[in-house]
Structures are given as C-alpha cells and as structure tokens.
C-alpha cells in the first residue's frame, strides 16, 4: 500500500517539496505519496490530526509553522536538533507518536561541504539574519567547529537571544558565536558568509561593507530561485563561491526521506533536475 505522506504550510502552493520527493521515491523504489496541503493559520494542529487520521505516515512543516509542530510532539524524547531552535521541519506518525525532527542543519552543512566542496571548520562564519532559518543552522554549524561565528542582524536582541541560547547549552568560553550590528562589520573579513534574511524576497540589500569576503569566501544564500542582490554583491565582491539556497533545500528534504523510510537518496540528479 502506498504510503502518505505531505508538506504543510501557508501559503504552500509554491513549494518545491512535491516534485522533490517524487524525484527520491522514483530513484529508490519507494511506494509513497507527497503533497502539498495549506493549514489555516490558526488550524495547524487540527490539520495534523486529520492526517493522522486518515493513515498519512509523516508530513514536512514549513512557515509559518515551524514553531507551532513542537506543542505537538507525542515522543518520550526530543531530538537536540528540535530542542535547541524550538522548531521542527519533519514529523513521522507512528501509531499514537509523533516525533520530531529538524533536518535544515544539516541540510545546509551537506549543501555547503558536500556540494559546494567548502569545509566549515576552522572557517570564520559570518551568520546574516536571526530568525528561525538562522536558529535552526546555528548548531549544526557550530558542530563543524568553524573558528568564529557572528550573527549580525538587523534586531539586535535576536542576534543576542541566539548567542545567549549557544552560551546556555555549550557554556560562555566554549561558545565562538558572537552577536554583531551591520555597523560593527566594517574592516572585518569572513571565509563563509550565509544570508539567512529574507531581504531577497523584496530585492533589497543588506548594509555589508566592501572588503568582507576574505579570499576564496563562499557566499551562501539560503534564498532560491533568482539571484538575490546579496548573490550579486558576492560576485562583485570577488567571493570564490557564490550559491543560492536549493541545494539545501534538496538536502534537509533527502535527511527527512531517509528518517521516514531508512533509505537515503542520490541528492546530485534531483538538484541537476530541478536547476536544469
Ligand atoms: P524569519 O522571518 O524568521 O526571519 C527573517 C530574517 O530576515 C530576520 O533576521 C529579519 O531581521 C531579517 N530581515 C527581514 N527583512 C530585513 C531587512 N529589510 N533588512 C535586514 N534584515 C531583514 O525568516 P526565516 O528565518 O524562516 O527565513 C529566512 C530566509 O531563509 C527566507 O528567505 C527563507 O526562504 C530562507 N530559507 C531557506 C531554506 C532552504 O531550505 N533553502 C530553509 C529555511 C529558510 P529582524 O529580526 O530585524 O526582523
């Protein structure tokens, strides 16, 4: 019998999610079903028990819902990837348990190490943006044990919140993360830059002064589909790597395949499929 399984979000009609995990099931042989469903704003967690009602197997949650999945964790145990950024990207019903799982960290690691071939320890981060997307790959990338890694952010007490919430579970010596404001950039250099603000959904540019990208810097924007002013920036800049978001959106959705069927999928010609 084929398996159900979806995406959840609002609004979802764009979602690339469908397409992918059709790629994966085709590639391994597995007999699932994907969609897309759109919740209500305020009908999150009733959507959820639908689905668990009519047999579906897992489901990917995306904006604004990330957060909302944590109330609805029915496991004896959290995983840390969920506990550290209070958010969760894929659920699995078993019979009365719904567990949780967060696979954009790694989704950005393998995207950034594997595919684009750039190792992230000893590497000086520089994290733009502390919102959801950057509190989700906050741990993972610090578990590559990059040399630094800064947060600027346009709300400084977010950027403050996410160092605090480092310092809380690593400890304040063992911590690299500092907070920064866009004005504090200024003379200082980073190997890695991640934009993980939303800016490029309106074409805007962030306040990111000549001279940051270190030699051979990787531009990473967590933003896919168009080249985002950031991107551009990047290359005039000189950056030796400029990359959008879609590998990472194909490798957080290869981890969840694999924590719903065992099986990992070949992510290289499901991402050359979706840029061709
Ligand atoms: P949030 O809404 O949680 O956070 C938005 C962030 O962008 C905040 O840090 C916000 O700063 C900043 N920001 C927004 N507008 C501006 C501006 N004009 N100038 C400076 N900073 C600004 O969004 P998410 O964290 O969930 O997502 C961020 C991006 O990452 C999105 O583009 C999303 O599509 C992408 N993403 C991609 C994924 C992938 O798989 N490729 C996975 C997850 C996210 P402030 O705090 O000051 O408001």
Avoid at 15 to 32: C, N, R, V, Y
Avoid at 260 to 267: A, F, H, K
């Amino acid at each position: 019998m084929t398996d159900r399984y979806a995406v959840i979000g609002h609004p979802i009609s764009h979602s690339k999610s469908p397409l992918i995990h059709k790629m994966f099931a085709e590639q391994t042989g597995q007999d699932i079903s994907y969609e897309a469903i759109e919740a209500p704003l305020h009908g999150f967690a009733s959507k959820i028990e639908e689905l668990i009602a009519q047999g579906y197997k897992g489901c990917n949650v995306t904006v604004p819902f990330k957060n909302h999945a944590l109330h609805l964790a029915r496991t004896r145990s959290i995983p840390e990837s969920v506990a550290y950024c209070q958010a969760a990207n894929t659920l699995s019903f078993q019979g009365d348990i719904v567990a949780l799982d967060n696979t954009d960290g790694i989704g950005i690691f393998r995207d950034i190490e594997k595919n684009h071939g750039v190792t992230l320890t000893n590497k000086r981060i520089l994290l733009l943006g502390a919102g959801g997307a950057s509190q989700g790959v906050v741990f993972p990338l610090l578990d590559r044990n990059p040399a630094s890694l800064a947060i600027a952010n346009r709300t400084m007490a977010k950027a403050h919140s996410i160092k605090a919430l480092v310092e809380r579970h690593r400890g304040v010596r063992k911590s690299p993360v500092n907070a920064l404001e866009f004005n504090d950039l200024a003379g200082k250099q980073f190997d890695i830059l991640i934009n993980a603000t939303s800016v490029g959904l309106t074409d805007s540019e962030l306040p990111l002064p000549h001279g940051i990208f270190a030699p051979g810097a990787l531009a990473y924007d967590m933003m896919y589909g168009r080249e985002t002013p950031f991107m551009k920036f990047a290359r005039e800049q000189g950056a030796a790597v400029v990359a959008d978001g879609l590998g990472m959106l194909v490798e957080q959705a290869a981890e969840a395949f694999f924590i719903w069927r065992g099986v990992r999928p070949d992510t290289a010609p499901v991402l050359a499929a979706l840029r061709g």
